[in-house]
């Protein structure tokens, strides 16, 4: 097909033309029968493989036990081992007093943090956030489509903020928190963030910190899920929002959460929590009726397995080296079957799981819907907005990292058809 450019500057016959060409292409991968997904952020096979030796690292009896003799294959142990603390404690930068290590999902974590609060509340605060009138929540979008669901499930009325390149629009931020009290919190992917792959910039960092909310027991939840994972040797850096947060005078604020779903096994991880000495002790104290203590055998597991920050980091480079040319096959195809064309836009993530795709306003359903009807499956459209709704229908979520590198080229020749049909058809109408 000869290549063409901006299809704004096509006129109807052109576009036409085109049309017939491309749906030809269209219908021919509708009879492959293709089964291709691209829905979801999850490992490769090769990727799970890289810690495969973690599983039986535990052998001996000697393995078992703590420094200070402490047998691990018995009960006890609320909020994690020290040697957890110790190691996870510097990946979100606080201090092993700081931070709780929990079981086997972060996201676990956080709806309890937010089940807790609507119960009981939370540390400072006067009244549990379930009896009053209404609670709302911030929700940087396009965002995390499970933080929208727990909001969701605890009728947290949800307000939609827009991303910018240097985080959340914090002069809308700003204003909603310093005039309304039922505003509670925000959620925040911070770094590489899900889906589009941005990084907060220091200055939104500090404004987070520092703004001024008119609810004395605002909480941010920081969702840093993706702290370690780049995709290029030149890691963002994301300023630490907890420093901050004390410098202003603000301790409380920020509820930090991280796990190792994507560092070693999703689902068989370990989670964390970092907070204020007060906040946890708040949550210890819940924690104590809730459990017992977490799985201390792979928190040990993971800790033999991964040993220290410079370990982590060559782990955190075998990832890459698997999921980085995934990105770069799906980044380039982008830029050849729809640069110049001016009817798509998206992200170059230097880390995390995503690729964020932008179609024209008001195609994006119609593209997932199309593609799905060939057997490429992408996330739901409007997923990544509170309540499932896109207000422009525009964002795609596209997830690299677990097709082949062929099934993935398939499935991405097949969106990029998808996204000239409907915006041709968008344009004409
Ligand atoms: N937070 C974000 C931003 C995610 O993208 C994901 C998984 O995709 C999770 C949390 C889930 O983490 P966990 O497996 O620790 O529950």
Redo the contacts with the bound molecule.
Sequence with gaps: MGSIDNFMELNVSELNEHYVRLKEKYDEYKSQNLNLDMSR?KPCSEQLDLSRDMLDILKSDEDYRAKDGTDYLNYGGLDGIPEAKELFSQVLEVSTKEIIIGGN????MMHDTIARAMLHGVYGGESPWGKLPVVKFLCPSPG?D?HFAICELFNIEMITVDMLSTGPDMDTIEKLVSEDDSIKGIWC?PKYS?PDGITYSDQTVDRLAQMNTKASDFRIFW?D?YTVHHLTEKADQLKNIFAACKSAGNPHRVLMYS?T?KITF??S?I?MMAASEENLNFFRKQLSIQTIGPDKLNQLRHVRFLKDMDNLKVHMEKHAAIIKPKFSMVLNKLESELGRKNIASWNEPKGG?FISLNTLNGCARDVINMAAEVGVKLTKAGATYPYGKDPRDRNIRIAPTLPSIEELEKAIEVLCLCVQLVSIEKILS
């Design positions: 952020g999902s972060s996201l676990n995390y499970r992917v899900n969702d899920a796990s779903s999703p689902g991880g989670a799981y």
